[in-house]
């Protein structure tokens, strides 16, 4: 599909869209063949609080919608997206660079799914009523519990999944009744933009405000603005600090998503038809740019040497190339930074006496020459405290490391300041959850990976960030219970008779 893109996009503030307040813009482009895509507002500090002021203008009336309405409007959002997932795909593909299979199948259709979820969660966020007695009341007292929506909160997702992780965001705060300032990553701002062009009739003007411009600016603003009740931030573990810090400052929550080296664990005894797909699914699925990518690869010793080479055989033979062709299978990186990290990690590979037994360098073939793209790279002779096991390379590059027993794997496993997801690949089920239940992360796959539909709750342990979506549990941090207590009697308390 080819899409025909405006020459400037503005900021949604309040229902509209308007140009920064200082006119400046910052420029898009696609990252497979460095075509220049459009241009997008880069917002001032003046735009951010616009933002928050016309969040907290449209609250009151927002919070007041019945949550069977706020359901009936996510089913039509979710409507919404699937009428345009098309449309949606083929911005996704230009503007981030992963091929046009991932977002048909992946991005679009996960993205409406949430949606669809949260309508279905929000209904069954009932409150409570129960019968107390305490001393001081003769009799009985009624508490009610509520749940209420917190308010203006502020949001910032990362370019690696720039619209299944603002549905993500935006899902929950539509559900519990809170009005947002959303920030997609300068790198893909654009499936968000068209995104909202398509549903701005169906949410009240206000409720949802987005805002585009670099994170050291736009981003940092919000993190600075007084006037957020709720931080939530998906990204690097670096940012995230900041944005802890920042919620500190203000006494508010913040939900972090961050990094990850997560374990991908192969016993002798796994159904080796499924292990080099699943290798391929954990590393190579979004050209490796997943937080709980499966980087950090476990494969015991006495099937070592089959699985390297069935592994080399696979990422060699896997079809990289135009990333709006359905049968590319690994498109390219978000931009030419991640290139140059992923390249100095394979330098440091090669320092600490690891093997690069495949890839391991830009793919310059032909036409992919003008875009970001890099081959997918397996390095072997990799030991669990090396550099390149430790940290998050966030590119198609798994490290294998061959272990010897279940605990030797786990304690190697847990020797990380992560914890985001993982898997285990055994037929033996009562070691499959001994496994899992011993690796400290928040989501351990069993004999599958990269699999985060909703419904399941899904963060990190450790350093890979502090709460979890994609289930009902995200409802209760965007919103507060209130306890309504009332006394059932009409006698005096006893306590301070009158004389
Ligand atoms: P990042 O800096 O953490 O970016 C994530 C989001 O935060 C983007 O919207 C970014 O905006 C914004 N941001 C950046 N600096 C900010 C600040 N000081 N205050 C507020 N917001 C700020 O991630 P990155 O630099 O693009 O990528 C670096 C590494 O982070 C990756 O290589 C990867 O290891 C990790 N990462 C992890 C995830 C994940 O899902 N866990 C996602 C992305 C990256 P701009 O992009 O406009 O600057
Ligand atoms: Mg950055």
Excluded at 194 to 216: K, Y
Excluded at 363 to 372: D, R
């Amino acid at each position: 599909m080819k899409v025909d893109f405006k020459k400037k996009y503005g900021l949604f503030i309040g229902g509209e869209w308007r140009d920064s307040s200082d006119g400046a813009t910052f420029a898009v482009s696609n990252p497979a063949n460095g075509e220049h895509l459009t241009d997008c507002a880069q917002a001032t500090e003046k735009d951010v609080d616009d933002a928050v002021k016309a969040a907290w203008a449209a609250f009151p009336e927002w919070k007041a919608v019945e949550p069977q309405e706020r359901a009936a409007i996510l089913n039509k959002i979710a409507d919404r997206i699937d009428e345009n997932a098309e449309l949606l795909a083929a911005v996704e593909t230009l503007d981030n660079g992963k091929p046009i299979r991932e977002t048909t199948f992946i991005d679009v259709p996960w993205s409406s799914e949430h949606f669809r979820y949260f309508a279905g969660a929000v209904l069954t966020q009932q409150g409570t009523a129960s019968v107390l007695n305490t001393p001081n009341i003769t009799g009985n007292a009624l508490s009610i519990v509520l749940h209420e929506p917190i308010g203006v909160v502020g949001q910032i997702v990362p370019w690696n999944f720039p619209f299944l992780m603002a549905a993500w965001k935006l899902a929950p705060v539509l559900a519990a009744g809170d009005c947002t300032v959303i920030k997609s990553s300068s790198s893909t701002p654009l499936s968000l933009i068209v995104f909202l062009e398509l549903i701005q009739d169906l949410v009240p003007a206000g409720v949802i405000n987005m805002i585009t411009g670099s994170g050291s600016r736009a981003g940092q603003y919000i993190l600075d603005h007084p006037g957020f009740r709720k931080l939530a931030f998906t990204g690097s573990t670096e940012v995230g600090l900041n944005v802890a810090r920042a919620a500190a400052e203000k006494l508010i929550p913040a939900t972090l998503e961050l990094g990850g080296k997560s374990a991908n664990i192969y016993f002798d005894d796994c159904n080796f038809r499924q292990a080099i797909d699943g290798l391929q699914v954990g590393i190579l699925f979004n050209q490796g740019q997943v937080c709980c990518a499966g980087s950090r690869v476990f494969v015991q010793e006495g099937i070592y040497d089959k699985f390297v080479d069935a592994a080399v055989k696979a990422f060699t033979s896997v079809k990289q190339g135009d990333t709006m062709d359905m049968n590319t299978q690994i498109g390219t990186q978000v931009n030419e930074a991640q290139v140059k990290k992923i390249a100095s990690y394979i330098e440091i590979a090669k320092k600490e006496g690891a093997t690069i037994a495949c890839g391991g360098e830009p793919n310059k073939e032909g036409e992919l020459a003008k875009g970001c793209y890099f081959k997918p790279t397996l390095i072997t002779n990799v030991t669990n405290d090396m550099r390149v096991a430790q940290e998050e390379i966030f590119g198609p590059v798994a490290v294998v490391i061959k272990f010897k027993d279940e605990a030797d794997v786990i304690k190697m496993a847990n020797d990380s300041e992560y914890g985001l997801g993982g898997a285990v690949w055994t037929k033996d089920i009562t070691k499959a959850i001994r496994v899992a239940r011993s690796v400290e992360t928040g989501r351990m796959w069993v004999n599958t990976y990269n699999q985060i539909p909703a419904g399941a709750p899904f963060g990190g342990y450790k350093k890979s960030g502090i709460g979890r979506e994609t289930d009902l549990s995200i409802l209760d941090a965007y919103t507060q219970q209130k306890n309504i207590f009332i006394n059932l009697s009409d006698e005096e308390t006893g306590f301070y008779p009158e004389k």
